[in-house]
Structure formats: structure tokens, C-alpha cells
T-cell receptor
Framework: DAKTTQPTSMDCAEGRAANLPCNHSTISGNEYVYWYRQIHSQGPQYIIHGLKNNETNEMASLIITEDRKSSTLILPHATLRDTAVYYCIVRLGANAGGTSYGKLTFGQGTILTVHP | GAVVSQHPSRVICKSGTSVKIECRSLDFQATTMFWYRQFPKQSLMLMATSNEGSKATYEQGVEKDKFLINHASLTLSTLTVTSAHPEDSSFYIC??????????????????FGPGTRLTVL
């Protein structure tokens, strides 16, 4: 799976939008971009994923550049409860098959701290 | 939907004993579950992939005889840490791969994680 690069940490004021960048310059055509977050001492929580189109759900928006080499996770109105480590992961799609299918490789992620 | 539970949430045991951790998908069937381990201030590391009805596939460096995985049903996988030692103390997290949920958002083949099990070996 392609590797990702994320900033080590970011700060955001409560109520403001949090924009978390991720670089995945070696992504291949059948790899999806997934975002998870992990609040301290809990299991990771799925946020959103996409292939090439921008995506939005009740938690966040995912903006993927046209060349797919980078993406941005947007939390539109950050709250204190959004303080967590955010992981950007590139993963093979369902039609890839093989032993690598489905595996998630976690990097160090971005520590997002939301301030009052 | 897509809830994964783990039991127990916390366990303390003596060195040399075995500990079993259960991972259940509560509202969906999961043909594939994954087991991860996370040491303090580190990221999650995949230990093994568990497929229902077949042997688990272990990542390089993970001892299959020490970390026994059983995936006997579509909603339950277990991880047994045999002859646990203090260096096995860690946060163990499972995930289950969900099929596309009927009527739900476009969530295809996504992994959902359990809350984790904190293992402390004395």
C-alpha cells in the first residue's frame, strides 16, 4: 500500500473548521484514501473514505486533489471532543484481492488539539 | 450500525498465564477480522488477519503459537495470548470488515474497530 505523510500535530479553535492535510504521492489507481481517528485509549473510529471524488458525511468532508496525490479532511465546526489522533491511510480496494487486501497500515497520524 | 465489541476491556494477569480476548461484530457479519497491538505512544501494528473458518494469517515477526486466533463464526473472533509475559502488556484492538450496509451510507468494505483491551502482565 502507498505510504502517507501527515503533519505531526495541529491546533484548531473550537467552532472553527479543522483542515487536516495528507500526502499520498505514490497512490495507485485502485487505492482508496481512508481517514480514521483515535481518541485516547479507545479504538480507532472510521470517519470517511474516498477514491477520487470529494466525499461528505455527517462527520466530515474529504477533498481529494485531481491527481490524487494529496487529500484534506475537513471537520467543519471542530469541538473539544474532536481532539484526537487522525490517521490518513491508503488501502487497496475490494477488487484488488490478494493477501494485501483489506489491510490498514497505520502511520503516526496527526495529533489534532481543539482549544476552547 | 457497524458496532464491534471487545471483552474484556481490561485484564491484569500473572506472568505465565493465558488470556483470551473476544471480538464480536454486533450488527453485521464479518468474514474477516483483524487484530492489532498498540504500545504506549505508538501507532497500531497489525498482528494478524482472521478469516472465518480458516487459519489466521500472521504478520512477520508475530508468533502464531503465542497469539492464537480463532474465528469460528461470522460474528466472533478470539485472540489468546498464551504464557503471557510483561513484554506482552499492550493495548489489543480488533477490527471487523463490514460488507456494504443496506440502506446505509456508501460504506463499502470498511473496517470498524472495537474499543480495545488493555492487557497488563505482572
Amino acid at each position: 500500500d502507498a505510504k502517507t505523510t501527515q503533519p505531526t500535530s495541529m491546533d484548531c479553535a473550537e467552532g472553527r473548521a479543522a483542515n487536516l492535510p495528507c500526502n499520498h504521492s505514490t497512490i495507485s489507481g485502485n487505492e482508496y484514501v481512508y481517514w480514521y481517528r483515535q481518541i485516547h485509549s479507545q479504538g480507532p473510529q472510521y470517519i470517511i473514505h474516498g477514491l477520487k471524488n470529494n466525499e461528505t458525511n455527517e462527520m466530515a468532508s474529504l477533498i481529494i486533489t485531481e491527481d490524487r496525490k494529496s487529500s484534506t479532511l475537513i471537520l467543519p465546526h471542530a469541538t473539544l471532543r474532536d481532539t484526537a489522533v487522525y490517521y490518513c491511510i491508503v488501502r487497496l480496494g475490494a477488487n484488488a484481492g490478494g493477501t494485501s487486501y483489506g489491510k490498514l497500515t497505520f502511520g503516526q497520524g496527526t495529533i489534532l488539539t481543539v482549544h476552547p | 450500525g457497524a458496532v464491534v465489541s471487545q471483552h474484556p476491556s481490561r485484564v491484569i494477569c500473572k506472568s505465565g498465564t493465558s488470556v483470551k480476548i473476544e471480538c464480536r461484530s454486533l450488527d453485521f457479519q464479518a468474514t474477516t477480522m483483524f487484530w492489532y497491538r498498540q504500545f504506549p505512544k505508538q501507532s497500531l501494528m497489525l498482528m494478524a488477519t482472521s478469516n472465518e473458518g480458516s487459519k489466521a494469517t500472521y504478520e512477520q515477526g508475530v508468533e502464531k503459537d503465542k497469539f492464537l486466533i480463532n474465528h469460528a463464526s461470522l460474528t466472533l473472533s478470539t485472540l489468546t495470548v498464551t504464557s503471557a509475559h510483561p513484554e506482552d502488556s499492550s493495548f489489543y484492538i480488533c477490527s471487523a470488515r463490514a460488507p456494504r450496509l443496506a440502506g446505509g451510507p456508501k460504506v463499502t468494505d470498511t473496517q470498524y474497530f472495537g474499543p480495545g483491551t488493555r492487557l497488563t502482565v505482572l
